[in-house]
Nanobody, 118 residues
């Protein structure tokens, strides 16, 4: 599956953005989807994941209560709704896909930049 993340941009602290992760192919619903981010000079950070059906979600403590992951398998798209954004959320955000039988994410989108101004 090929992924393309979009929806990044410049937002003020306290604002919101919704990122999209569009997938090509007809097997999107066979993959767990995860969102990650990487800020300059920092390691890539896991943010959230969603199961194949969307029935199970998981969040890192850093975004729990502020970010919401979702997916629409009919549209081959996953989303990350980001609210109450903070300057420390500034990073390049990536979506990735993983087969349910594995832990690692094998397909990655190109990333979308989110900049949160104070």
């Amino acid at each position: 599956v090929q992924l393309q993340a979009s929806g990044g941009g410049l937002v003020q602290a306290g604002g919101s953005l919704r990122l999209s992760c569009a997938a090509s192919g007809r097997t999107f619903s066979s993959y767990r989807i995860g969102w990650f981010r990487q800020a300059p000079g920092r390691e890539r950070e896991f943010l959230s994941s969603i199961s194949l059906s969307g029935g199970s979600t998981y969040y890192a403590d850093s975004v729990k209560g502020r970010f919401t992951i979702s997916r629409d398998n009919a549209k081959n798209t996953a989303y990350l709704q980001m609210n109450s954004l903070k300057p420390e959320d500034t990073a390049v955000y990536y979506c990735a896909a993983s087969r349910p039988s594995t832990i690692s994410y094998s397909s990655w989108g190109q990333g979308t930049l989110v900049t949160v101004s104070s």
